[in-house]
């Protein structure tokens, strides 16, 4: 049977994933191996971390040391690793609710603080894993399980929340901007600072049915609204499924590092020049 180029990156023996059909977390996970891969960067300095939720299960499926944090903690858990050990390259893999609801908290420090991570945020409006509970994310007016008459609230718009708390890499693609996703990751991989990009994947099985829309319908609609504009004030960048989603990468500067500032300390006052907290 012939394999497909990236299977060394997959732990096949775990496959089939426990996506439903037609959900886009699949073609983000493709895309993030695809970048790793065109990147050249050693396998075994990179680290994948998520939390709880659809999108948290991605790292079981790839072959990198990984953790599978508890909820909410997912940043928390990279920000330790990437102090422990500043040679790997940390890339964090979760979802709205996990990162922006029950990790807000940690995901606007870590933006604060530019510590060297990717952080790939799967945005699917919904709570997916628990049953399509209204999420920060859910666009005003959708039906979800908690809100069968239409969500009063006002989503967040995560490219704003992270470029205002410091963020120095941002983006947002779609899942149907596969190749502009692949190569923002990649430029993210090899760059130092805090990279955000969030990948608008709406759920078919929750959000997508409780508001009519059939998967393809759903395709197509990303299809028709979205439209590219790298550079544009991120506090700019409209996200709304009805009518416009704006892509691109809007975030793309330079600011000290949080480790290299740690480190840099630590040099200064002891003297050494402590490459890892595991050596020293
Ligand atoms: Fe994807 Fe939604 Fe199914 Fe979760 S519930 S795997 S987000 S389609």
Known sequence: MSKWPLDAYLRVERLPTLWCPGCGIGIVVKALIMAIDS?????????????????????????????????????????????????????????????????????????????????????????????????????????????PLGNLEQPFNLVSIVATAGATFVARWTVIHVPQLKKSIEKALKRRGFSFIEIVAPCPTHFCRANNISPIEALERLQKVSEIKNGLDPREATLDFGSKIVCGEFVDEEREEYTTLIYSLIKERSGKDVRNVVSA
């Not at 075994?44 to 948290?56: M, R």
């Not at 050990?85 to 908290?105: A, C, R, T, W």
């Not at 995901?107 to 510590?115: E, G, S, T």
């Not at 952080?119 to 908690?146: E, I, M, S």
Request: some cysteine.
């Open 39 to 147: 990147a050249k960067l050693d396998p075994d300095k990179i680290v994948l971390v998520s939390g709880i939720g659809c999108t948290g299960r991605a790292p079981g499926y790839l072959k990198f040391d990984s953790f599978h944090a508890t909820h909410g903690r997912a940043i928390p858990l990279a920000t330790g690793v990437k102090l422990t050990n500043p040679e790997l390259k940390v890339v964090v893999i979760s979802g709205d609710g996990d990162l922006f609801s029950i990790g807000g908290n940690h995901i606007i420090h870590a933006a604060r603080r530019n510590i060297d991570m990717l952080v790939l945020c799967v945005n699917n409006f919904v709570y997916g894993l628990t049953g399509g509970q209204v999420a920060p994310t859910t666009p005003t007016g959708a039906k979800t399980k908690t809100t």
